[in-house]
């Protein structure tokens, strides 16, 4: 079993950084592709930013040059440094495991239906 655990959310202003992280633990292949994910309230789950094994990344148009994704695979961690915060930016953000899918099902349409494990999610919240 792979389990996921998200940490680093919170409040903040437009503007404003936040740095979320995603420990992985159980069996786990670094030749996975992993992704995360955000879902605001009555909207669908979204990809955000995804990195595969290779270190090559993607993101989604709205984040681009604002979010990095990283990943430490020594110590099992998934960060996205997220930066000039905006308010539609606010949702829960989720890490998550696409298998040895290629790094852009992460951001396309339906991309959340690709990854077979989630964390519980953490929440980011922008203010103005």
């Known amino acids: 079993q792979v389990q996921l655990v998200e940490s680093g959310g919170g409040s903040v202003q437009a503007g404003g950084s936040l740095r979320l992280s995603c420990e992985v633990s159980?069996?786990?292949?670094?030749?996975?592709?992993m992704g995360w994910f955000r879902q605001a309230p009555g909207k669908e789950r979204e990809g955000v930013a995804g990195?595969?094994?290779?270190?090559?990344?993607v993101y989604a148009d709205s984040v681009k040059v604002r979010f990095t994704i990283s990943k430490d695979n020594t110590k099992m961690t998934l960060y996205l440094q997220m930066n000039s915060l905006r308010r539609e930016d606010t949702a829960m953000y989720y890490c998550?495991?696409?298998?040895?899918?290629?790094?852009?099902?992460?951001?396309?349409?339906?991309?959340?239906?690709?990854?077979?494990?989630w964390g519980q999610g953490t929440q980011v919240t922008v203010s103005s």
């Open positions: 998550a495991i696409a298998g040895f899918r290629p790094v852009s099902i992460v951001v396309a349409v339906n991309g959340a239906n690709a990854c077979g494990y």
């Open positions: 990195i595969d094994s290779n270190g090559l990344t």
């Open positions: 159980g069996y786990f292949d670094n030749s996975y592709t």
